[in-house]
């Protein structure tokens, strides 16, 4: 069963550009020359897209290789397949990395013990439910990646194949 997805660098230092290539080259098997393009909403930044087909968990593993690259702006999403639901990955210099499940449409889809958590959360300790829940959508990273995704518009995007 495969899946496919999209890798997003929306910033990177161009110092870091080869090695993200490497990375990426790693998870998926295959060589990987992204088309590097200039990032307007980050000067001296890089941005690239990458669509890619892989056997599911492969955005997880393409997110865990570019992890802790502090410097770098990405998210990783992979549609869902008949074994597995779809998957998001955010990840900011100032927030981290950020997951979800996605449905079919793209929507992501909260577990319940984590909304109970939260609403616990702010019975207990007072904290604001509003902004527990805009956190478990991932808002924090939306507004940060926001003017990076607007930047990319138009930019292009080509599929490349995972060798199994």
């Known amino acids: 069963m495969t899946t496919r997805g999209v890798l997003y660098i929306h910033s990177a230092p161009r110092a870091l550009c080869p090695h993200v290539e490497w990375a990426v080259a790693g ?13 307007p909403a980050a000067p001296g930044h890089w941005r690239a897209e990458l669509s890619w087909q892989g056997e599911p968990g492969t955005a997880s593993r393409l997110a865990s290789a ?54 616990l959360r702010a019975r207990n300790e007072g904290t604001d439910l509003e902004a527990e829940i805009a956190r478990l959508l991932g808002k924090p990273w939306d507004d940060e990646l926001e003017p990076f995704r607007y930047a990319g518009e138009g930019a292009p995007v080509r599929w490349l194949h995972q060798v199994v």
């Open 27 to 39: 998870v998926l098997g295959v060589r990987v020359s992204l088309d590097w393009i200039r990032q």
């Open 66 to 119: 570019l992890r802790g690259w502090q410097l770098m702006r990405y998210e990783v999403t992979s549609e869902p397949c008949a074994t597995a639901e779809g998957e998001r990955y955010s990840s900011t210099p100032g927030l981290g990395i950020f997951h979800a499940v996605t449905g079919i449409h793209g929507d992501i889809l909260i577990p319940e013990d984590r909304l109970r958590a939260v609403v």
